[in-house]
């Protein structure tokens, strides 16, 4: 066996009593003790508990077992004096996230004969819930037993946490419901987090629901209860549950916070409610809760999706008033209002502000201002914004290109439009059945039945299934170019291809064959 004699290394292994170290082992070792000389000045200055937690920082995310009890086995004498410095030592660990860390820690203290209480297991489970590792926690939980220990409230909350981090509520409802079975009462951490883990999963029914058993349960809510239930009605698009739930709050006298208003204003944006996002946001300073980004966003959003372009900008113009600087999904809001509002030129001055905000355009950014521009009927500048977003390092989506092509299809340059089709491929994006339709609706424009039909006919090659759009405008090109009973094949195929004929597709149709019999008359 070799020894290393670099420093403290070798020190800590001659204060145990015939410790062999492999040459593997003291490398690792060596490498956390240069770690730590590279922190600390003075070796001799920092107190052991801190030298032995950046020991094992410094070991990285999955050390060997043994590099673990190596270092802690200096310590193992102190530890059982004071269980407390361990406490100390496995709460830097969880707040540092080392879940795998953690565990060896607590099994390399059993092992050296030192007290590994249930407050240290919880700690533990704690460094799991932090660090993601869910199955981690859960099968520490499930070993306490092992070692004669009784899970607390504590530890049931601690590994629900670990769970609604995981996005696994089953397995947080399961944990839930087993702790009556262990004599142990949940409270409203216990309810607070498996509601949460409901919302993470979608699960609205079961967050509402789970809130109305907890005065059978007599566990009364609080703030973050209600919060993590409104957030649930949000995420499912219940705004009138999530209004209800907030109208509850001071019955129970529980204050709603700036959490609770954002979600409810994001249900509000959600379900269209424009008017009731704007009420919500002129009650905060009543309630004396202070917005903030989070409030902002969620309310130009809502204005975003009730084509409220003014009060989108408005409101955006208040938000350094209010010592808020806005983000990219604010200005994206705004912008996005402006273009459904009919506002390219407002929706391009926005784009322009976020520079002077320290802020890059995203592709959600971009594909809001090339949409503003589709709308505008201003092509060129759709597609010189397209022609940007190489440059500033934002890949454009199906979303893009749409309304890139969109935007040709409306200014009459139906040769752009294929260009840009076919382009796609390049650019690694699919098309989908909204490209189609702008692509077959430009040839319309343009006189270009055949180019439509041939559209048309490749697209079960590129697996996407017509829809009305589609066949309204293929239908609609075959009219301009006289091809009556093509419009009526078409017309004929349209529920063959589960896309149900409207007053569009009869009309395009009816024209063609008017069109036919008037140039027969002549």
């Known amino acids: 066996m070799v020894y290393c004699r670099s420093g403290a290394a070798f020190r800590l292994a001659t204060a145990v009593e015939e410790v062999p170290v492999t040459r593997a082992r003291c490398r690792g070792i060596c490498r956390a003790h240069v770690a730590v000389k590279g922190r600390a000045q003075d070796y001799r200055t920092q107190l052991p508990g801190h030298v032995v937690l950046e020991q094992l920082l410094a070991l990285g995310q999955a050390p060997g077992k043994d590099e673990v009890s190596y270092i802690l086995n200096i310590e193992l004498d102190s530890y059982r004096r004071n269980p407390k410095l361990a406490t100390v030592m496995l709460s830097g660990l969880a707040k540092a996230?080392?879940?795998?860390?953690?565990?060896?820690?607590?099994?390399?203290?059993?092992?050296g004969m030192v007290e590994a209480n249930a407050i240290h297991h919880n700690i533990a489970?704690?460094?799991?819930?932090?660090?993601?590792?869910?199955?981690?926690?859960?099968?520490?939980?499930?070993r306490m037993p092992e070692v004669r220990l009784v899970p607390t409230v504590v530890t049931y909350n601690t590994a629900i946490s670990a769970c609604?981090?995981?996005?696994q509520w089953q397995l947080a409802l399961g944990l839930l419901s087993s702790m009556p079975d262990m004599k142990v009462i949940p409270n409203e951490i216990s309810y607070s987090a498996s509601i949460s883990a409901c919302e993470k999963g979608g699960q609205w029914q079961v967050a509402v629901n789970l809130l109305g058993l907890m005065p059978e349960a007599s566990v009364v809510p609080n703030e973050i209860t209600y919060n993590a239930a409104i957030s649930a009605c949000e995420k499912g698009g219940q705004w009138q549950l999530a209004l209800n739930l907030l109208s509850l709050m001071p019955e129970a006298r529980v204050v709603p916070n700036e959490i609770t208003y954002n979600a409810a204003i994001s249900a509000?944006?959600?379900?269209?409610?424009?008017?009731?996002?704007?009420?919500?946001?002129?009650?905060?300073?009543?309630?004396?809760?202070?917005?903030?980004?989070?409030?902002?966003?969620?309310?130009i959003s809502a204005f975003d999706k009730g084509g409220q372009w003014q009060l989108a900008l408005k409101f955006l113009s208040l938000m350094p008033g209010a010592r808020l600087v806005p983000n990219q999904i604010t200005y994206s809001a705004a912008i996005s209002a402006c273009s459904k509002g009919g506002q390219w030129q407002l929706a391009l001055n926005q784009l322009s502000l976020m520079p002077e905000a320290s802020l890059v355009s995203d592709k959600i950014t971009y594909n809001a201002a090339i949409s503003a521009c589709e709308k505008g009927s201003q092509w060129q500048l759709a597609l010189n914004l397209l022609s940007l977003m190489p440059k500033a390092r934002v890949v454009p989506s199906e979303i893009t290109y749409n309304a890139a092509i969109s935007a040709c299809e409306k200014g009459g340059q139906w040769q752009l439009a294929l260009n840009l089709l076919r382009g796609m491929p390049k650019a690694r994006v699919v098309p989908n059945e909204i490209t189609y339709s702008a692509a077959i609706s430009a040839c319309e424009k343009g006189g270009q039945w055949q180019l439509a039909l041939n559209l048309l006919s490749g697209m079960p090659q590129a697996k996407i299934a017509p829809n009305r759009i589609t066949y309204n405008a293929a239908i609609s090109a075959c009219e301009k170019g006289g091809q009556w009973q093509l419009a009526l094949d078409l017309l004929s195929l349209m529920p063959e291809a589960r896309a149900v004929p409207n007053e569009i597709s009869y009309n395009a149709a009816i024209g063609a064959c008017e069109r036919a019999s008037s140039g027969s008359w002549h």
């Open 164 to 167: 609604e981090k995981g996005g």
């Open 125 to 142: 489970i704690s460094a799991c819930a932090k660090g993601g590792q869910w199955q981690l926690a859960l099968d520490f939980l499930s």
């Open 97 to 111: 996230r080392q879940a795998h860390l953690a565990i060896q820690v607590v099994s390399s203290m059993r092992e």
């Open 268 to 299: 509000c944006e959600k379900g269209g409610q424009w008017q009731l996002a704007l009420n919500l946001l002129s009650l905060m300073p009543v309630a004396r809760v202070v917005p903030d980004r989070i409030t902002y966003s969620a309310a």
